[in-house]
C-alpha cells in the first residue's frame, strides 16, 4: 500500500487561504488520489480526488505535482466549519478499488 | 436520501463477547467497505463487500467477518473480543464502475467499548 506523509497539524484565520500538504511518493501509476477530511464526531466526508491534472470543485483545488508524488489541498477562503482532521489517500483501481489507506491526517485549526 | 446509516450507534461489550455491527448503505450505491477507527488514529481498512461478497481485506484477524445481503446492507461481526476492538467502526459505501473511481460516503460510525 502507498503510504502518506501530512504535517500534523495546520492553523489558519478565518476567510484565509489554506495550503494542506501531502507527500505520496510511492504511489502506483493507477492510484487516484483522494482527500477526505473528518469533523468531530463523524465519519470522514470527500472532499477531492484526481489523477494527474488539478482538480476543483465547489468545496476545494486539489493541485497534483508532474511527477505525482505529492498534492496539495487549497481551501480558498477557510471557514471555521473548515477546522476538521484532513486526509490525503490513494485510491486504488482495479481490483484494489475503493481501499482507502489513511495516515494520520493533518488537524486543521481555524481561528475567528 | 438517508446518506450511510449505522447502528447502533454505540455499543459497550465485555471481553470475549461477539458483536454485530449494521450498515445500511447510501440509496445506488452497491459496495460497502468497513474500517475500524482507533482514538486519535486514521480509519484502518477491514474488508469490502460487493455483490454479496468479500472483494478485498485488509491486515485484520479471522475474527472479523462480515456479509452482505441482497438489498447491499452489510454486517460486520467480531468474535472473541479483545479490549484492543475498542474502537470507531466506520462503514462506507460507493459504486463500483468499471475503470472510474468514485469518492466513498461514510456513516457515523458505531462506538465499540470492550470492558
Known amino acids: 500500500d502507498a503510504k502518506t506523509t501530512q504535517p500534523n497539524s495546520m492553523e489558519s484565520n478565518e476567510e484565509e487561504p489554506v495550503h494542506l500538504p501531502c507527500n505520496h511518493s510511492?504511489?502506483?501509476?493507477?492510484?487516484?488520489i483522494h482527500w477526505y477530511r473528518q469533523l468531530p464526531s463523524q465519519g470522514p466526508e470527500y472532499v477531492i480526488h484526481g489523477l494527474t491534472s488539478n482538480v476543483n470543485n465547489r468545496m476545494a483545488s486539489l493541485a497534483i505535482a508532474e511527477d505525482r508524488k505529492s498534492s496539495t489541498l487549497i481551501l480558498h477562503r477557510a471557514t471555521l466549519r473548515d477546522a476538521a482532521v484532513y486526509y490525503c489517500?490513494?485510491?486504488?483501481?482495479?481490483?484494489?478499488?475503493?481501499?482507502?489507506?489513511f495516515g494520520q491526517g493533518t488537524i486543521l485549526t481555524v481561528h475567528p | 436520501d438517508a446518506g450511510v446509516t449505522q447502528s447502533p450507534t454505540h455499543l459497550i461489550k465485555t471481553r470475549g463477547q461477539q458483536v454485530t455491527l449494521r450498515c445500511s448503505p447510501k440509496?445506488?450505491?452497491?459496495?460497502v467497505s468497513w474500517y475500524q477507527q482507533a482514538l486519535g488514529q486514521g480509519p484502518q481498512f477491514i474488508f469490502q463487500?460487493?455483490?454479496?461478497?468479500?472483494?478485498q481485506r485488509g491486515n485484520f484477524p479471522d475474527r472479523f467477518s462480515g456479509h452482505q445481503f441482497p438489498n447491499y446492507s452489510s454486517e460486520l461481526n467480531v468474535n472473541a473480543l479483545l479490549l484492543g476492538d475498542s474502537a470507531l467502526y466506520l462503514c462506507a459505501s460507493s459504486r463500483l464502475g468499471g475503470g472510474e473511481t468514485y469518492e466513498q460516503y461514510f456513516g457515523p460510525g458505531t462506538r465499540l467499548t470492550v470492558t
Open positions: 489517500t490513494p485510491n486504488a483501481g482495479g481490483t484494489s478499488y475503493g481501499k482507502l489507506t
Open positions: 440509496s445506488g450505491h452497491d459496495t
Open positions: 463487500y460487493y455483490e454479496e461478497e468479500e472483494r
Open positions: 510511492t504511489i502506483s501509476g493507477t492510484d487516484y
